[in-house]
């Protein structure tokens, strides 16, 4: 499978690398069946954060986050990091290169629709 994936939030698109786990590897498995959108919202300043709807397997470690990581957290939710923090979490990819300023403009404030991929939109 492909070791990227993209992530769409109004009319940007990032391109994400995965990480090299199981999780992530479950997350590529569930993306090759269709585009996954799903309704992100802020959490603690740092993060947009969803409901996958349905729960991965776990890789969980204590990591800190920078902007731009795709996190798995408690098996079931996906998270966007604009921010840091310190956790025990499963990084599902990476957007590399990307600044918190460039994630906020995508992001906006509140409640936004995300759309993941295989294919660039």
Not at 100 to 119: D, H, N, P, W
């Amino acid at each position: 499978m492909r070791d990227i994936f993209y992530i769409t939030a109004g009319n940007t698109t990032f391109q994400a690398e995965f990480a090299g786990n199981s999780s992530a590897e479950a997350f590529k498995a569930l993306l090759a069946k269709g585009d996954l959108t799903i309704t992100m919202s802020d959490y603690g300043n740092f993060e947009k954060v969803g409901n996958l709807g349905t729960t991965l397997p776990r890789n969980d470690r204590q990591i800190t986050t920078s902007p731009g990581d795709i996190i798995l957290y408690q098996g079931n939710s996906i998270t966007i990091y604009y921010d840091t923090n310190t956790w025990s979490f499963t990084r599902l990819g990476k957007i590399n290169g990307v600044t918190r300023e460039q994630l906020l403009a995508a992001l906006g404030k509140g409640s936004i629709r995300v759309t993941f991929s295989l294919e660039r939109p």
